[in-house]
Nanobody, 115 residues
């Protein structure tokens, strides 16, 4: 079992920054795939950024150069630094972790970017 708790969402003006956190507990370590997804109403959840099993990072084209994913293995916490935010980044952001062949999701945190 893995528990994920996101925090750091909020309302920000276009061009601003936010940092999301995902605190993980349970059967998880630095080798687990972890990443961030986002979803807007009536659309599928989409990948934002992810750590692969090999430790590489993959970003959606729409966020490359603006968002940075990182993790603090000592704290079992993953972050998403979001800079130069745009109104189209408005969504609920979810943390994902893969462990033991299962996908675990956090509860989500709302990010709203006003124009």
């Amino acid at each position: 079992q893995v528990q994920l708790v996101e925090s750091g969402g909020g309302v920000v003006q276009a061009g601003g920054s936010l940092r999301l956190s995902c605190a993980a507990s349970g059967n998880i370590d630095s080798h687990n795939v972890m990443g961030w997804y986002r979803q807007v109403p009536e659309k599928q959840r989409e990948l934002v950024a992810i750590f692969t099993s090999g430790g590489n990072t993959v970003y959606a084209d729409s966020v490359k150069g603006r968002f940075t994913i990182s993790r603090d293995n000592a704290k079992n916490t993953m972050y998403l630094q979001m800079n130069s935010l745009k109104p189209e980044d408005t969504a609920v952001y979810y943390c994902l972790a893969n462990s033991g062949g299962y996908h675990y999701w956090g509860q989500g945190t709302q990010v709203t970017v006003s124009s």
